[in-house]
């Protein structure tokens, strides 16, 4: 039976860098001091393309040496609102081998665009659960306190936020709304918000850093997926084709944009939104099959949604992207930096089928690429999976919430 904490080997150790220290060296380098007297205006060009990139890359330069760091900003901003600073492009894996990462105090990192892998030592997991990620920051809820806490990866900035306990008991109740509930980061005043909801009760609520107790946003709106977006919250409406600004509140015009009545009853599609390059992508998948030979258990349709004209504008090519759909949370990737990717195509699970199965835009064909492994037997607690896990494996895992 696999432990809790195992140590894992394969991956390249993330060290964190803190303000006024670095790693020891043994030589100093020959041309140090011509490095270190580099114009301002050059080491801000620098550091400011590096942070464009990954703020891992800009923490490093950083480390440098004590002039570099000096004469720039610190990444460790303390009210994690500002995204630049955000772990952005990182998403987490599970490794396979059966141990929780809040359990192993530790997760490997794959940055999307470049296929770095990090793996980052996390005692600040213990005793949280993993309850939603919004660009690379963890959102952590207390096992025993009920608290939730905010977490960048790489810098270990965290913002604590009230115990959940008192708002759960009025509202929510059942335990298994605790344990599938879902949460995002979202902009507030000077700060962040986590928004919160639940699967089996219509409840929304939100909570801030400094606040006493969390508030109810809406009632009686029961989500089908959300996405965090450009600061705010969108989601969509279960059973209704509607999607909503879930946070901020925006009473006057709730509904952004209603999804066409053609794909047939709304109960009997299932819907996504995804960060499509700094656009909101819509994926509707319905049971409306066309004709093609071979295995079709749905079809799709792709719209681009225009949050302040309310519109969607259909898309039929998606280039060199995939997308990879779950109602926990979507990714979008690049298939020209992650070349085992097929580029122009959905990668989504069929629950109890199908773990992962591919859907080519260009040729219309299905394809299951992977099979089931039980983790859990129900005579040992946990056994480690023989199923080989392909990035297309890890990617999809991500993507639901109840493998964190």
């Known amino acids: 039976m696999a432990s809790a904490g195992l140590k894992r080997k394969g991956y390249s150790s993330f060290t964190v860098l803190t303000h006024g220290k670095?790693?020891?060296t043994t030589t100093a380098p020959s041309h140090a001091s011509d490095w270190s007297s580099l114009p301002l205006d050059i080491t801000g060009i620098i550091a400011e393309r590096l942070l464009v990139e990954d703020v891992t890359d800009y923490m490093s330069f950083r480390a440098v040496c004590s002039h570099w760091r000096a004469?720039?900003?610190?990444?460790?901003?303390?009210?994690?609102?500002?995204?630049?600073?955000?772990?952005?492009?990182?998403?987490?894996?599970?490794?396979?081998?059966?141990?929780?990462?809040?359990?192993?105090?530790?997760?490997?990192?794959?940055?999307?665009?470049?296929?770095?892998?990090l793996r980052v030592c996390l005692p600040e997991l213990q005793k949280y659960r993993i309850v939603g990620f919004t660009d690379g920051l963890l959102i952590l809820l207390n096992k025993t306190t009920t608290t939730l806490r905010v977490l960048h990866p790489f810098t270990r900035?965290?913002?604590?936020?009230p115990p959940l306990a008192p708002i759960f008991r009025d509202?929510?109740?059942?335990?298994?709304?605790?344990?599938?509930?879902?949460?995002?980061?979202?902009?507030?005043?000077?700060?962040?918000?986590?928004i919160a909801w639940f699967p089996i009760v219509p409840v929304v609520i939100y909570a801030e850093?400094?606040?006493?107790?969390?508030?109810?946003?809406h009632l009686g709106l029961e989500l089908w997926t959300a996405l965090p977006f450009q600061g705010r919250l969108f989601g969509i409406r279960k059973g209704t084709g509607e999607i909503v600004q879930v946070y901020p509140q925006f009473p006057q015009y709730p509904v952004v944009a209603r999804i066409p009545s053609v794909f047939g009853c709304p109960?009997?599609?299932?819907?996504?939104?995804?960060?499509?390059?700094?656009?909101?992508?819509?994926?509707?998948?319905?049971?409306?099959?066309?004709?093609?030979?071979?295995?079709?258990?749905?079809?799709?349709?792709?719209?681009?949604?225009?949050v302040h004209h309310r519109v969607l504008?259909?898309?039929?090519?998606?280039?060199?992207?995939?997308?990879?759909?779950?109602?926990?949370?979507?990714?979008?990737?690049?298939?020209?930096?992650?070349?085992?990717?097929?580029?122009?195509?959905?990668?989504?699970?069929?629950?109890n089928y199908d773990?992962?199965?591919?859907?080519?835009?260009?040729?219309?064909?299905?394809?299951?690429?992977?099979?089931?492994?039980?983790?859990?037997?129900l005579k040992e607690r946990i056994r480690p999976s023989v199923r080989p896990f392909t990035l297309a494996d890890h990617l999809m895992t991500y993507c639901h919430h109840l493998e964190w």
């Open 71 to 117: 004469t720039t900003t610190s990444p460790c901003d303390p009210t994690l609102r500002e995204t630049r600073f955000r772990p952005r492009g990182w998403v987490a894996l599970c490794d396979g081998d059966g141990v929780r990462p809040a359990d192993a105090c530790e997760i490997t990192f794959l940055h999307t665009s470049t296929c770095r892998r």
């Open 355 to 377: 773990p992962v199965v591919l859907y080519s835009l260009s040729s219309g064909i299905f394809e299951r690429t992977s099979t089931f492994s039980l983790i859990h037997d």
């Open 267 to 306: 109960t009997l599609c299932h819907y996504y939104l995804v960060d499509f390059g700094g656009h909101m992508l819509l994926a509707v998948q319905h049971r409306s099959i066309g004709h093609r030979e071979g295995w079709q258990p749905f079809a799709f349709a792709l719209f681009l949604v225009n």
């Open 209 to 217: 850093p400094g606040k006493p107790r969390w508030s109810v946003i």
């Open 313 to 351: 504008v259909p898309l039929g090519d998606l280039g060199d992207q995939a997308l990879f759909l779950s109602k926990d949370r979507c990714l979008c990737v690049s298939a020209r930096k992650l070349p085992s990717i097929s580029r122009n195509s959905i990668y989504f699970s069929l629950p």
């Open 157 to 161: 900035v965290f913002l604590d936020l």
């Open 22 to 24: 670095r790693p020891k």
């Open 171 to 194: 509202l929510v109740k059942p335990m298994e709304s605790m344990v599938r509930m879902k949460a995002a980061v979202a902009w507030s005043h000077g700060s962040i918000a986590v």
